[in-house]
């Protein structure tokens, strides 16, 4: 299974980020991952944001649920993140991940006061 991340490296504050996830190898509907995305600020840890199953639920941590959305695309294979109102603390390395064997190569995303 291979994920590739992609989707704009700079956002300004308070918009909307987008990034796309796309999986080969495997279906995003039938194997039972759940289908997450991972970010690493600078300097800091690994965040869990949240994941979409391969029936299409989806389940976020407490830190981001009220500005985070995860959909998918069964036709592309693709799951997306949508992150709003944006600051400059979501300056971060993005990756999706199968957890824990798949992992994105991560994208760096760049926020802008």
């Known amino acids: 299974v291979q994920l590739v991340e992609s989707g704009p490296g700079l956002v300004k504050s308070s918009q909307t980020l987008s990034l796309t996830c796309t999986v080969s190898?495997?279906?995003?509907?039938?194997?039972?991952?759940?289908w997450s995305w991972i970010r690493q600020p600078p300097g800091k840890g690994l965040e869990w944001m949240g994941a979409?199953?391969?029936?299409?639920?989806?389940y976020y941590s407490p830190s981001f649920k009220s500005r985070t959305s995860i959909s998918r695309d069964t036709s592309k294979n693709q799951f997306t993140l949508q992150l709003s109102s944006v600051t400059p603390e979501d300056t971060a390395v993005y990756y999706c991940?199968?957890?824990?064997?798949?992992w994105g190569q991560g994208t760096q995303v760049t926020v802008s006061s």
């Open positions: 991940v199968a957890p824990w064997q798949y």
């Open positions: 190898g495997g279906s995003i509907t039938t194997n039972s991952y759940y």
């Open positions: 979409i199953t391969y029936s299409g639920n989806t």
